[in-house]
């Protein structure tokens, strides 16, 4: 499967942003799909997932109770809600996806990956 990010932006500190993740060549609703993010000359580090057999979803501490990822079959789109976005959200993000059921916090563990979508907050 092929993913696309969009929806990166400049926002305030405190605003919302909606990242989209739109699949081709597969259906996303049988692909388990994580959020990452990096900033320059960093890792990339995990922000959320879902795991496709049962839309579990497990956010990284840094980011629980902000952030939460959904999914529209019909569109074969995962998004990426971003809440109360803090200076320290500045990153590309990226997706993923993996046909297994997982919510694995580790690069490794997720096949396909998207190019990226950068999110700029100011504060």
Do not use: H
Not at 33 to 56: H, L, N, S, Y
Not at 69 to 75: E, G, I, L, Q, T
């Amino acid at each position: 499967v092929q993913l696309q990010a969009s929806g990166g932006g400049l926002v305030q500190a405190g605003d919302s942003l909606r990242l989209s993740c739109t699949a081709s060549g597969g259906t996303i609703s049988r692909s388990s799909v994580a959020w990452f993010r990096q900033t320059p000359g960093k890792e990339r580090t995990f922000v959320a997932a879902m795991r496709w057999r049962d839309a579990i979803t497990v956010p990284a501490d840094s980011v629980k109770g902000r952030f939460t990822v959904s999914r529209d079959n019909a569109a074969n789109t995962v998004y990426l809600q971003m809440n109360n976005l803090k200076p320290e959200d500045t990153a590309v993000y990226y997706c993923a996806a993996s046909p297994m059921s997982t919510t694995s916090p580790t690069t490794y563990a997720w096949k396909s990956w998207g190019q990226g979508t950068l999110v700029t907050v100011s504060s």
